[in-house]
């Protein structure tokens, strides 16, 4: 209402003022506000509109505006400028501090500080935080991580534990010891990660006895000197000496010797490098050159300067000087950005500036982005990247109600998904539990107007013991002592000459063990058998009566009878401890027949059948299909070639 009064109003004195035509003085200065756009007139005709902006330390509630009714700047909106504080200095952190002077005792809202990472953090991204609210609050993502210094490497004849700190990184300490029958022979035995990597060489473990009588004196050389008085004409395995470097010479790093054997080797590999030598060809960088011709050699003090490529920021010392053999360490040409059409309609933005053709930022410049019609972004200030080493961190614009994956909600929640787009209005995804976890309900999660419905998991429960197979077991390098999370799986296998059927792995879900494998018994022939069968093996090893499931067995008809497939040789098969199809007959036989079987709705007893041939006078024996009853016996018999069977009837049927 506050608003169409203000409408009214205006028209209303716009038609009074258009009488009077009383001007104004330009839009007044004040405090909290200020005037968009120039406003260089000395007056200006009653009814102009002015749009006001908020000063920075203030946050502005709605639209800002100004007519000029009865020659006085009125307002015409209900916008007003809040004050939002302002901050003392950035902070300085552990692993950051912030870039350049702030020597200022406060700062407005919206100033915007960017840190860089102390000596033993790496850097990932660009860090910022602007005063918002009286406090200093991250606008970026970037952050600082303990610089990784690697493993601090192996040595002979012993071993190494971490003794300080958590990993292999910036701080950390490791304690070297050797093995038993080894001494250390050096002086030191721990390394500590600091920012040039591991401080100090690899300790060396000497065995207490080593072949040899000793050594002879210390061996002198034109650039080093022995520290101490050593002057005897031999000295003792494990004997460690000390050495310097001569006047006239610069030392990098400690010089070593040891006794080993009969033999003086050296422990710590430093070196000495001559006063006033001269250096050899400058050190190369990339992206960059020093001015200059190049030569073969240049003489202490010599001094040379690099140049970076147009765009690219000169980090590090311009001038490098060649010092008794050593260049200084050279500048790093740090790379600009290229803002490139693709990346930017990937990301759903564009240059805030219409008329911007600037392409190209310096390292560290700020670039300024707004999302795309339809698009919008969580924190504008994320729409104001800056170039850090050729890579621009371009902010992601999502279509106007998608919702944002919080890595945090899904920790609680015990979920993840492999994706890190934007979730689109009204789309379903799927989410996965952490291993040792199921869902509590279902794993789809849906976005509804900025909200995402995050599924949750459960923890699982374990399978206290390994499932029991018949004639099987888990494989021994699967067994624990303490159970078996959710998720995980053991491996079966089967005792001598039994075969597996089914899955090999069986895995625990929530405290179940899933489809069982099972062990198929072996089928085992005796002599009995194949006479019972007017069978022979034919094999080379006739000595080898067990034979595993599903594996076929060659046998011939003994000599007098007859294969019902003709001729003299089967081939059998072992299935479920039974041998199949290695029968041959003496004399007269039936053959089933299928008709039969499905006509009289029988099936064949297979638990005490062999196969499909019969020898005559022999039972054969059946069951009713399922829904049918027997009438009468349920035991055919072959005689004289021909096959009776038995009759299942329907339950009216064999009831009446």
Not at 63 to 75: E, F, N, Q, S
Not at 181 to 188: I, P, R
Not at 221 to 229: D, F, I, M, N, T
């Amino acid at each position: 209402m506050l608003l169409n009064g203000y409408i009214v109003f205006f028209m209303v004195t716009l038609r009074g003022a258009a009488a009077a035509d009383t001007a104004c003085s330009p839009p007044p200065r004040e405090p909290e506000i200020e005037v968009q756009g120039s406003w260089d007139e000395e007056s200006y005709r009653s009814g102009t509109v002015a749009t006001f902006t908020c000063r920075p330390g203030y946050s502005s509630l709605g639209v800002i505006k100004k007519a000029c009714l009865d020659g006085h700047w009125k307002p015409v909106s209900s916008g007003k400028c809040i004050y939002v504080g302002t901050c003392d200095r950035p902070p300085r952190y552990v692993d950051m501090e912030p870039q350049g002077v702030w020597d200022e005792e406060s700062y407005p809202a919206d100033k915007v500080a960017t840190f860089s990472c102390r000596p033993g953090y790496t850097q990932h991204g660009v860090i910022e935080k602007s005063c918002i609210d009286g406090e200093w609050k991250p606008v970026s993502n970037g952050r600082c991580q303990l610089k990784s210094c690697g493993p601090p490497g192996d040595i002979e004849s012993g071993s190494f534990e971490l003794v300080a700190g958590d990993d292999y990184v910036f701080g950390a300490v490791v304690r070297y010891t050797c093995n038993k029958g080894y001494k250390m022979m050096t002086d030191d035995n721990t390394r500590q990660c600091r920012t040039n990597g591991w401080t100090d060489n690899l300790p060396k473990c000497q065995v207490y006895h080593i072949a040899g009588d000793g050594c002879g004196p210390i061996p002198r050389e034109e650039e080093l000197e022995v520290q101490g008085k050593w002057e005897d004409e031999s000295y003792p395995i494990g004997t460690l000496v000390t050495f310097t470097c001569r006047p006239s010479y610069i030392q990098q790093g400690a010089i070593k010797k040891i006794c080993a054997g009969d033999q003086w080797v050296t422990l710590l590999t430093g070196k000495c490098i001559r006063a006033g030598a001269s250096c050899s060809a400058p050190p190369t960088i990339a992206h960059g050159d020093f001015l200059g011709s190049n030569q073969p050699h240049y003489r202490s003090g010599s001094q040379l300067e690099y140049k970076c490529p147009e765009y690219y920021t000169l980090q590090g010392n311009r001038i490098v000087k060649c010092e008794d053999g050593e260049w200084d360490e050279p500048p790093v040409c740090l790379e600009p950005c290229t803002a490139r059409e693709k990346e930017l309609k990937e990301n759903n933005i564009v240059f805030r500036w219409k008329n911007a053709d600037k392409l190209y930022s310096k390292h560290d410049e700020s670039m300024e982005f707004l999302c795309v019609a339809g698009y919008e972004i969580a924190d504008r200030y994320l729409l104001r990247p800056r170039c850090n080493k050729g890579v621009i961190p371009y902010p992601k614009c999502n279509k106007i109600g998608s919702c944002l994956l919080s890595e945090e909600t899904m920790k609680n929640q015990n979920i993840y998904i492999t994706r890190s787009s934007a979730i689109q209005d009204g789309e379903k995804v799927m989410f996965e539990c952490n291993k040792g976890m199921i869902p509590e309900k279902t794993l789809e999660g849906t976005c509804k107007t900025r909200v995402l419905n995050y599924p949750r998991c459960i923890t699982a429960n374990k399978c206290k013991s390994a499932p029991d197979v018949p004639n099987g077991r888990v494989k021994a390098d699967h067994l624990k002592q303490d159970g078996y999370d959710s998720g995980s799986s053991v491996e079966f296998e089967c005792d001598e000459h039994h075969g597996i059927s089914g899955p090999i792995n069986v895995k625990c879900e929530n405290g179940q063990w899933s489809d069982l494998p099972q062990c198929l018994k072996p089928c085992r022939i005796s002599q009995e058998d194949l006479n019972a069968n007017h069978v022979e093996l034919i094999s080379r090893d006739d000595e080898k009566k067990v034979f595993k499931d599903g594996e076929d067995v060659d046998v011939k008809c003994k000599a007098g009878s007859k294969s019902p497939f003709g001729g003299i040789e089967r081939k059998g098969e072992c299935s479920d401890g039974k041998m199949r199809n290695i029968r041959c007959f003496e004399g007269d036989f039936c053959r089933l027949n299928q008709d039969q079987i499905d006509g009289r709705n029988l099936e064949l007893d297979l638990t005490r059948n062999s196969d499909g041939y019969y020898a005559d006078g022999e039972d054969v024996h059946f069951v009713c299909k399922e829904g049918f009853n027997v009438k009468g016996s349920l035991d055919g018999k072959c005689e004289n070639k021909d096959l009776t069977y038995p009759l299942c009837a329907p339950p009216e049927e064999s009831s009446g």
